[in-house]
T-cell receptor, first 115, second 114 residues
Framework: AQSVAQPEDQVNVAEGNPLTVKCTYS??????LFWYVQYPNRGLQFLLK??????LVKGSYGFEAEFNKSQTSFHLKKPSALVSDSALYFC?????????????FGAGTRLAVHP | ETGVTQTPRHLVMGMTNKKSLKCEQH?????MYWYKQSAKKPLELMFV???????ENNSVPSRFSPECPNSSHLFLHLHTLQPEDSALYLC?????????????FGPGTRLTVT
């Protein structure tokens, strides 16, 4: 079955430190990969995506993610965390087959950045 | 603002009530989605409409009934719900041209079934 795993329910990091939120996927073929962020009482906001090309993609708010095909991973990173980055982060994939953009989501990782 | 609006933002209903959730997108997209978000679970895709036709119904109970009268509007009609249906219901839209791929989400409707 196609799935996305976010192994950490919560990630804690001090402000100014680098952060990593992990994501691995189980999808046949070459999927399209996404990160979304959800702030309290808000819907999901698109952060970045990997479709093809350079394995390191840059997105909104200084975030970036690295696609690693051999490890089937797409970890989200930021060099210096801000308290305002505290939110719920979702990794998602679109399998390469299908007639429409069917997103498969992970369960989410809560990021807490402490002053 | 993502260009996708949802009303109401909060809804409390009894198990015998009938209510509807509304979603409107102002992005010119041709596909719309309903998701259910429960605590500590992945988002569950409920329904997909592409070009105003339902293309996916993920084994959703019949007490949830979607309607897509045009490409900008999507409704979710609710009747005789159960307490376990309490969740955040998210609407999203996208352009089905296999170029942009990402979906844009509304703020959600927080539903509580009593």
């Amino acid at each position: 079955a196609q799935s996305v795993a976010q192994p950490e329910d919560q990630v804690n990091v001090a402000e100014g430190n680098p952060l990593t939120v992990k994501c691995t996927y189980s999808v046949s073929g070459n999927p399209y990969l996404f990160w979304y962020v959800q702030y309290p009482n808000r819907g999901l906001q698109f952060l970045l995506k990997y479709i093809t090309g350079d394995n390191l993609v840059k997105g909104s708010y200084g975030f970036e993610a690295e696609f690693n095909k051999s490890q089937t991973s797409f970890h989200l990173k930021k060099p210096s965390a801000l308290v305002s980055d505290s939110a719920l982060y979702f990794c998602a994939v679109i399998p390469p087959t299908g007639g429409y953009n069917k997103l498969i989501f992970g369960a989410g990782t809560r990021l807490a950045v402490h002053p | 603002e993502t260009g996708v609006t949802q009303t109401p933002r909060h809804l409390v209903m009894g198990m015998t009530n009938k209510k509807s959730l509304k979603c409107e997108q102002h992005l010119g997209h041709n596909a719309m989605y309903w998701y259910k978000q429960s605590a500590k679970k992945p988002l569950e895709l409920m329904f997909v409409y592409s070009l105003e036709e339902r293309v996916e119904n993920n084994s959703v109970p019949s007490r949830f009934s979607p309607e897509c009268p045009n490409s900008s509007h999507l409704f979710l009609h609710l009747h005789t719900l159960q307490p376990e249906d309490s969740a955040l219901y998210l609407c999203a839209s996208s352009q089905e041209d296999r170029v942009s791929y990402e979906q844009y989400f509304g703020p959600g409707t927080r539903l509580t079934v009593t």
